[in-house]
């Protein structure tokens, strides 16, 4: 059964960059014809989707957000990760690492990252 | 952008109710419509894809329809785990844009 869990800083700095991993078990991200990517969700708020990436290594992003961002895939630890530089309070949400594009069949728990000084 | 608004924003019910949830596209979609269910403290789980399919495990009183600009998740005989804020997401071009969500509630 296919698992995915985000780990990463729980808090940064105003302007710093916030980087997050996702591991994944059950399934190999290089074999797998797959797309991974991360949505973000605000305390109390909506559904954001930040970006994806395939397996072939090409990146979608998300317009609003694609200036900062990096998502890149590590198929020697079958993890893939997120990069967001020059981070506001605006950045402050939940991030989900989810497995899929047109749908998203697969998420992880959720890790809350806070922008604050 | 693709704008989808969900309404209503949220929803009182009793159990085994019949409720209807509606999501609009500023634009057609075709029936690349998703929805989601997400509660409390959880991630959200994928219900239907594709505007109508049922996603493997998800009990068959959820029902999707809908194509173009207007879909409707239905949910027939609520069930007491069944009340949580359900999303709609287009996957029909980039950006991939979810709806503000309907907070179903026990009446």
């Known amino acids: 059964q296919l698992q995915l869990q985000e780990s990463g800083p729980g808090l940064v700095k105003p302007s710093e960059t916030l980087s997050l991993a996702c591991s994944v078990s059950?399934?190999?991200?290089?074999?797998?014809?797959?797309?991974w990517g991360w949505i973000r969700q605000p305390p109390g708020k909506g559904l954001e989707w930040i970006g994806s990436i395939y397996e072939s290594g090409n990146t979608y992003y998300n317009p609003s957000l694609k200036s900062r961002l990096t998502i890149s895939v590590d198929t020697s630890k079958n993890q893939f990760s997120l990069k967001v530089i020059s981070v506001t309070a605006a950045d402050t949400a939940l991030y989900y690492c989810?497995?899929?594009?047109?749908?998203?069949?697969?998420w992880g728990q959720g890790t809350l990252v806070t922008v604050s000084s | 952008d693709i704008q989808m608004t969900q309404s209503p924003s949220s929803l009182s019910a009793s159990v085994e109710d019949r409720v209807a949830i509606t999501c609009r596209a500023s634009q057609s979609i075709s029936s690349y419509l998703n929805w989601y269910q997400q509660k409390p403290g959880k991630a959200p789980n994928l219900l239907i894809y594709?505007?109508?399919s049922l996603y493997s495990g998800v009990p068959s009183r959820f029902s999707g329809s809908g194509s173009g600009t207007d879909f409707t998740l239905t949910i027939s005989g609520l069930q007491p785990e069944d009340f949580a804020t359900y999303y709609c997401q287009q996957s029909y071009s980039s950006p991939l844009t979810f709806g503000g969500g309907t907070k179903l509630e026990i009446k």
């Open positions: 989810v497995r899929g594009y047109y749908n998203f069949d697969s």
């Open positions: 059950g399934d190999s991200i290089s074999s797998s014809v797959s797309y």
């Open positions: 594709s505007s109508s």
